[in-house]
């Protein structure tokens, strides 16, 4: 079984604090993903990551930076921290393939609060 | 920019009655489209997907969905819901190509009444 996981499932920050959460794979995965998931307007993705130190911009990456040092891990980064990132935070990795042909694998999230 | 819409933002169905959720894609090239459900409290979950071949694919759970080119839809549908399938339903696309990226829909909440 494919396991995702995600270093904290409830977060609670202040405007304006660095923010690091955590995501790793044990799957040997290629490809990671961050989204994040809001009432209303579904997933978007923030980044996401085909390889070791490989990192593309998604839809919505403005105030977010990444990092994926090794495989199995992928961090999402907030360097100053804001009311409007308020969100649920959800991870997932795939294996290459073309065209998409396979799932995406996705952790249990991370609702995280900036207050 | 491509996306994909799902028009029904909130379903309310009794036990055994049938469900279609509908899904627009707005890419007129090659797609792989996917159905992922998220039950209260759990991951997102895979249900079903269609990459070529037989437009109507069946998935977990007794769901089914038919991809339309000429409309440019994959519906969702089950003939008989449970109590179990309260869940949020997710549409994605893939417009091909040598990525992983998937777009998604803003969701279908259904709540099935017992």
């Known amino acids: 079984d494919v396991k995702v996981t995600q270093s904290s499932r409830y977060l609670v920050k202040r405007t304006g604090e660095k923010v690091f959460l955590e995501c790793v794979q044990d799957m040997d995965h290629e490809n990671m993903f961050w989204y994040r998931q809001d009432p209303g307007l579904g997933l978007r993705l923030i980044y996401f990551?085909?390889?070791?130190?490989?990192?593309e911009k998604g839809d919505i990456p403005e105030g977010y930076s990444v990092s994926r040092e090794k495989k199995e891990r992928f961090s999402l980064i907030l360097e100053s921290a804001s009311t409007n990132q308020t969100s649920m935070y959800l991870c997932?990795?795939?294996?290459?393939?073309?065209?998409?042909?396979?799932?995406?694998?996705f952790g249990p999230g991370t609702r995280l609060t900036v207050t | 920019a491509q996306s994909v819409s799902q028009h029904n933002h909130h379903v309310i169905l009794s036990e055994a009655a049938s469900l279609e959720l509908g899904c627009n894609y707005s890419y007129g090239g090659t797609v792989n489209l996917f159905w992922y459900v998220q039950y209260p409290g759990q991951h997102l979950q895979l249900l079903l997907k269609?990459?070529?071949?037989?437009?109507l694919v069946k998935g977990i759970k007794g769901f089914e969905a038919e991809f339309i080119k000429s409309k440019f839809s994959f519906n969702l549908r089950k003939p008989s819901v449970q109590w179990s399938d309260t869940a949020e339903y997710f549409c994605?696309?893939?417009?091909?190509?040598?990525?992983?990226?998937?777009?998604f829909g803003t969701g279908t909440l259904l709540a099935v009444q017992p």
């Open positions: 997932a990795s795939g294996p290459p393939g073309t065209g998409g042909l396979y799932e995406q694998y």
């Open positions: 994605a696309v893939n417009h091909g190509g040598a990525t992983n990226k998937l777009i």
């Open positions: 269609y990459f070529s071949g037989d437009p």
């Open positions: 990551s085909y390889d070791v130190k490989m990192k």
